[in-house]
């Protein structure tokens, strides 16, 4: 009881103060901020039309660095807290049965146009919206509905592992080629190209497709990392 | 290629993701490459802090070709690289620790385990070198990922349990800081911390004030400020040794740079300085009193580094000159002294179930090295001379004294009383009881007891010649309190 | 210009009712499923906001990925929220619900 | 009118979610609720953050074909890169806190926090 009430207590102060905090911030207003830079400069200097992707891949491109690494973490540390030893004779056994066939025909339809998309998606990131984040997302779904369809289906965690260690290493080899370039890292070093034009932006397409493979590679490994473990019986173990 | 802060963070993230692949050739790689790192780092900080201190300037790196405001920026600055310095060679001392640990953990899992602690040193490092508040957070959230799945490494352990408990700690830390970065954007349109600084005057006060308070809460919980440090004496337990190690001596010094940079730098609001100085207060008396009642090693370990943090905020607290510098000496002596206390402790209780302090009887004779280096250690924490840690404490009270906070002083005294009658009883342990305990005793391997005793020379030497740091952070102490001379290296960078 | 009203204010209701019932459900698969709910009301606040990278990566990642390892974790623990047997006795004899 | 109306309904359904969200992680004893008021809390802030980079009547920032050299208004895109980068930390929090959900369970059995009780709360 007396917990409950704090836990108001600490709501209602905090929530005070965010609605009377931001109750004072204009809605709808145009400030003046980094923002309009940006929008300034995308199209004109980086030829780069979607000028989300600009800042992500670009202008704030360190911080993305810092994301991939953070799934990338995730997948690592996740695969660390899973990890259990296995016992003699014991097989990956994933679904306890396997799917329907209309399942399995739907999902073998399903899975290269979904694949197709997510590659659309991440090779047009600086045109429309979508970039080497949702398009990578896109593939991992793709995957994910083999696993969940197919009982056999089975991730090979070493090709992942390559693409993922290749696509992190391509984004920040990239960064480094503008270091030694006398430039400075992770600035663009190629030709900008015409606005609108499937190349244009100079490194930032390559380095959302690498994004991209790395999204997809790092959730695949994830989910699957998941559904291994994804048994009734391992729950006894103590 | 010219050495530059941004390798801090390249180098480690390319070993990072090469490490998997090593990984596949030659299992002992997996082990080496994160040493090399480290090394590399380590020679990379002494080349450039020669350089700022010789030159008497500040590195501003621009990163993608914006500058500030509109890139990211690193800045190299006598304080951030200071403790990038620190984090790279404490990192590396105690990646040589833990070369031999632990050899019977599978290979799968030890892969994990270098590639999550080089990400968390090079996470802390981010911390302290980015100039851009939002990537501040992107660090910060690197180093809190690697930070709870080391936490729950030990599958025999309840590393779980603390783990998600660091987690939700943790989560609400970043969502408060996250919170504060949100309003800031929208009062001053910026990210670059010396452009937030630069436009912080024209902020209205209550608004400020409220964004101050969510990062006070938000980096004191990573800072282990009471009472938001539930988390700390958990996590250091059930964590692997040399990890409890990096979390006392490199990610609670990260948070206290967060707190420090966005007090000092970014408000400069000076009414936060007493809620500072009394938060430190009972930090410390609190958790001392509390170190007190432990009867497990690393709890007590904890809990007196949670105590020490307190003093760290009360010396920033005081806010003048010498105070901060007292602060920054602090910050470098538990840094190193912990270390060695975690490191040597580890040891100690390496077989023990329940890890009591009461395994420890007669130790002194079993392990004669450990123990002294842990005696060692724990005089130097409580402030003995000829230690580090002496050094430290005096400058501390001596600020204090100069601007008359007598009470203060005070319980500092009590408080450190308390500390010597805690490190003395265990101390009493190893030393004058007989053994009888049947437990296992684990003898070091070479590798580890070399990196033992470079961070007690370190501590000895000074100990008797504290000249030879002091200057460091003489200078940095000048940095973090000059704001208008970080405004302008920043966002003048790339003009001409 | 009052097109959007009504459409806002279903999204609204709709998002706080399902964060709500996310909150209070009993079956921890319907909370699930009713998180997925507000991010998918949350992503279509981002496209009127003008924002359609990241409704993108909200729907993709907040709907769909969120919610499979959620589902996946509650496959693997259990589906009830209440295991604490004392309390919900205290509560029958207090004469609250069942 | 239809400013002020936008304003109640953004805003407003962020702090609610966000109040919402950290109710649960505080009051909830089930591992798993407190996991789903952290993401709940963290959509809140996301909204909160777009909403605060929106600009009256501007359009989404790319510069397709139809925009280019027309003289139009653009909402901010600044928050939006910022939310991409708060999303897919956010998520990958979620996963590191349900596999640890997960390693719960199989020591204990129970996803109760009053049940897991080896170390003090």
């Known amino acids: 009881m007396m917990k409950r009430f704090f836990i108001f207590l600490i709501l209602a102060i905090v929530g005070y103060y965010i609605v009377d905090v931001v109750s004072q911030i204009p809605f709808g207003e145009n400030r003046v901020n980094v923002g309009d830079y940006y929008l300034d400069k995308s199209p004109s200097e980086l030829k780069v039309s979607n000028t989300v992707t600009a800042i992500v891949v670009n202008y704030r491109g360190f911080d993305t660095l810092g994301e991939v690494t953070v799934l990338f973490l995730a997948a690592t540390g996740l695969a660390s807290i899973m990890f259990r030893r296995k016992r003699k004779g014991e097989k990956d056994i994933r679904a306890k049965k396997a799917s329907s066939r209309i399942i399995q025909i739907g999902s073998q339809i399903l899975f290269p146009i979904i694949i197709l998309l997510g590659a659309y998606v991440f090779i047009h990131g600086h045109l429309s919206p979508g970039g080497g984040f949702q398009g990578g997302v896109i593939i991992a779904t793709a995957s994910l509905l083999m696993l969940i369809s197919y009982r056999k289906f089975k991730v090979n965690h070493s090709t992942i592992s390559w693409i993922e260690s290749i696509a992190g290493i391509v984004f920040v080899l990239l960064g480094v080629t503008g270091l030694i370039l006398g430039k400075t890292f992770l600035e663009n070093f190629l030709p900008t190209g015409e606005l609108n034009n499937l190349l244009s932006g100079g490194i930032i397409g390559i380095i959302y497709v690498a994004v991209g493979f790395k999204v997809a590679a790092e959730l695949t490994g994830l989910i699957d990392t998941l559904l291994l473990n994804n048994r009734p019986e391992a729950n006894k173990e103590k | ?496 | 210009m009052n097109w959007l009203v009504i459409p806002i204010i279903v999204l609204v209701i709709l998002t706080i009712a399902a964060a709500i019932y996310a909150v209070i459900s009993k079956n921890l698969l319907y909370a699930v499923v009713s998180t997925g709910v507000v991010s998918l009301g949350l992503s279509m606040f981002f496209f009127i906001l003008q924002a359609p990278d990241v409704a993108l990566t909200e729907a993709a990642i907040g709907v769909a990925l969120t919610t499979i390892i959620f589902i996946i974790t509650i496959r693997n623990t259990t589906e009830i929220e209440c295991c604490d047997e004392k309390k919900s006795k205290i509560d029958v004899k207090k004469g609250g619900e069942k | ?121």
């Open chain 2, 1 to 496: 290629m010219v050495i530059s802060p941004v390798q801090y963070i390249a180098i480690p993230l390319i070993a990072a993701f090469l490490i998997p692949l090593f990984g596949k050739l030659n299992k002992e790689l997996v082990r080496i490459i994160p040493g090399l790192v480290l090394l590399y780092l380590s020679y990379i900080s002494v080349v450039l802090m020669n350089q700022v201190i010789s030159q008497n300037t500040m590195i501003v790196e621009i990163i993608a070709g914006w500058r500030p405001p509109w890139g990211i920026n690193l800045v190299f600055s006598p304080f951030s690289g200071f403790l990038a310095s620190l984090f790279s060679m404490l990192g590396f001392i105690i990646w040589m620790y833990t070369y031999n640990f632990k050899r019977e953990v599978e290979d799968a899992q030890t892969e994990k385990f270098y590639v999550l602690m080089m990400m968390l040193i090079t996470g802390t490092i981010g911390i302290v070198l980015t100039g851009d508040i939002f990537n501040m957070f992107v660090f910060l959230e690197i180093t809190a990922i690697s930070a709870y799945s080391l936490t729950a490494f030990y599958r025999e352990r309840d590393g779980a349990e603390a783990a998600f408990k660091y987690l939700l700690v943790g989560s609400f830390a970043s969502f408060f800081i996250l919170l504060a970065i949100v309003l800031l954007y929208s009062q001053v349109g910026t990210l670059n911390m010396a452009d937030i600084a630069q436009k912080m005057p024209d902020v209205n006060p209550y608004m400020k004030g409220v964004i101050l308070m969510l990062f006070f809460v938000g980096f004191g919980i990573e800072a282990e400020m009471f009472p938001l440090n539930g988390w700390a004496p958990d996590v250091y337990t059930q964590a692997p040794g040399p990890i409890g190690a990096i979390f006392a001596g490199m990610v609670v010094k990260a948070g206290i740079y967060g707190l420090v940079r966005v007090i000092f730098t970014l408000f400069d609001v000076h009414e936060i300085f007493p809620l500072l100085m009394i938060m430190g207060v009972i930090t410390m008396a609190v958790s001392e009193v509390i170190a007190l009642r432990q009867g497990k090693l690393k709890r007590m370990l904890a809990y007196s580094s949670i105590g020490q943090m307190g003093l760290v905020l009360v010396a920033f607290g005081i806010g003048t000159h010498e105070a901060v510098f007292a602060a920054i000496f602090l910050m470098f002596n538990h840094a190193v002294i912990k270390s060695l206390l975690f490191l040597s402790g580890t040891y100690l209780v390496y077989h023990s179930k329940e890890k009591n302090i009461s395994d420890l009887d007669g130790i002194g004779k079993s392990l004669p090295f450990t123990s002294f280096l842990f005696a060692l250690g724990s005089l130097a924490i409580v402030g003995l001379p000829p230690f580090a840690g002496f050094w430290s404490k005096l400058y501390i009270l001596m600020a204090a004294a100069d601007v008359r906070l007598i009470a203060v002083i005070a319980i500092i005294l009590a408080v450190s009383v308390v500390e010597i009658v805690y490190y003395f009883r265990v101390l009493h342990r190893i030393y004058f009881r007989e053994r009888i305990s049947t437990i296992e005793i684990k003898i070091p391997s070479f590798n580890a007891k070399i990196s033992m005793l470079i961070l007690a020379i370190v501590i000895i030497v000074i100990g008797v010649y504290p000249d030879l740091i002091s200057g460091l952070i003489e200078r940095a102490a000048t940095d973090l309190l000059d704001k208008q001379h970080y405004i302008q290296s920043v966002l003048s960078v790339g003009l001409h």
């Open chain 4, 1 to 121: 009118m239809m400013n002020e109306f936008l304003m109640i309904s953004f805003y407003g359904t962020a702090i609610a979610l966000i109040l919402i969200g950290l109710y649960a992680t505080l009051a909830k004893k089930n591992l798993l609720k407190i996991v789903i008021g952290l993401s709940i809390a963290d959509s809140g802030l996301n909204l909160l953050f777009m909403a605060i980079g929106y600009v009256k009547d501007g359009t989404a920032p790319i510069f397709s074909a139809e925009v280019v050299g027309k003289n139009v208004v653009m909402v901010d895109p600044v928050p939006q890169a910022l939310v991409l980068t708060a999303i897919v930390i956010g998520f990958a929090v979620t996963a590191v806190a349900l596999s640890l959900v997960m390693r719960l369970y199989r020591h204990h059995n129970t996803a109760a926090i009053d049940e897991i009780k080896n170390l003090k709360w």
